[in-house]
C-alpha cells in the first residue's frame, strides 16, 4: 500500500464528529483527518514494515498518518538523529504515546533515550521519557534492579512538573515498574510515600494514583504466592 492509497483510506474514515471526540480528550486536532484509533488499528494490521512509507507518511504531518508511520518504522532503522526528529515533531499526547508504544521503546537507543527525555524541558518529550520506562518496566524482562532503582530517581526528581501530560505519565511509570513483581511494588509503595510527603501538590496527586491502584486488592493478589 502506498502513501497516497493509505492517504485515501483515511479521508475516507475521517469525520468531523470523529474530530470532534479526539479534541474532548485533549488530542491535539489541528493536522488530524478525524480517524478513530480502531480504525487506525485496522489500516496498520494491513501494513507491513516498511520503513521508507514511514518516513513518507510522517513528513505528510497528518496525526493519523503520524501514527501509521510509528506502526511501520523500522526500529532498527531509527537512528538517534530519527529518534530526536520525531519526539521534537509531536504535538499530541496519543502520537506520544503510539510513538513511544510501537516504536521508540523497542529501539537499540532506549534506555538511553530515557535520560535525555525525561529531563528536557518540551512538554511532549519530557512526557515520552516516561512512557519510556511504562513501556520497558511493562514488557522488558531484562531489566534490572539497578535500572529500576534509576528510574525512580528519575521519577522523583522529576515528580513535581505540574503539565497533566507529564504528571500523568509519570504517574503511568512508577505504576508499571510497580506491577513488574512484588519487589518491584514494594519500592513503588515507598517512592509513592516519599513523594505524598515531602512533595508538591502536584507530587502528592500521583502518589495518590499510585498508592490507589499498587494497594489494590487486584495488584496484591497477583503477587500472593500460590497455596
Same mark, same amino acid.
Do not use: G, H, P
Given at each position: 500500500m502506498t502513501k497516497d492509497e493509505i492517504l =485515501?483510506?483515511?479521508?475516507?474514515?475521517?469525520?468531523?464528529?470523529?474530530?470532534? *471526540? =479526539? $479534541?474532548?480528550?485533549g488530542i491535539n486536532t489541528a493536522n488530524a483527518c478525524g480517524v478513530t484509533s480502531a480504525d487506525i488499528r485496522e489500516i496498520g494490521k494491513k501494513l507491513r514494515k516498511d520503513h521508507a512509507l514511514a518516513l513518507e507518511l510522517w513528513e505528510t504531518g497528518i496525526h493519523e498518518a503520524r501514527i501509521l508511520a510509528t506502526m511501520v518504522a523500522d526500529k532498527n532503522r531509527m537512528d538517534d538523529e530519527l529518534l530526536e526528529k520525531w519526539v521534537m515533531e509531536i504535538n499530541s499526547w496519543d502520537l506520544c504515546d503510539q510513538f513511544c508504544t510501537n516504536l521508540a521503546y523497542k529501539t537499540e537507543s532506549a534506555k538511553m533515550k530515557i535520560y535525555e527525555w525525561a529531563v528536557q524541558n518540551e512538554t511532549f518529550v519530557k512526557r515520552a521519557g516516561f512512557a519510556m520506562i511504562a513501556n520497558i518496566a511493562a514488557k522488558d524482562e531484562t531489566l534490572t534492579a539497578a535500572e529500576v532503582?534509576?528510574?525512580?530517581?528519575?521519577?522523583?526528581?522529576?515528580?513535581?512538573? *505540574? @503539565?497533566?501530560?507529564? @504528571?500523568? $505519565?509519570?504517574?503511568? $511509570?512508577? @505504576?508499571n515498574i510497580g506491577k513488574r513483581d512484588d519487589d518491584s511494588r514494594k519500592l513503588a509503595v515507598k517512592i509513592a510515600k516519599v513523594m505524598r510527603d515531602g512533595g508538591s501538590k502536584t507530587a502528592k496527586t500521583t502518589a495518590t494514583e499510585v498508592l490507589n491502584e499498587?494497594?489494590?486488592k487486584e495488584v496484591k493478589t497477583k503477587f500472593r504466592p500460590k497455596k
Open positions: =485515501m483510506i483515511l479521508e475516507e474514515k475521517s469525520s468531523q464528529e470523529n474530530k470532534d *471526540s =479526539m $479534541a474532548k480528550f532503582d534509576s528510574y525512580c530517581t528519575l521519577i522523583l526528581n522529576e515528580c513535581d512538573d *505540574s @503539565r497533566n501530560y507529564v @504528571r500523568k $505519565a509519570v504517574s503511568w $511509570a512508577l @505504576r499498587l494497594n489494590s
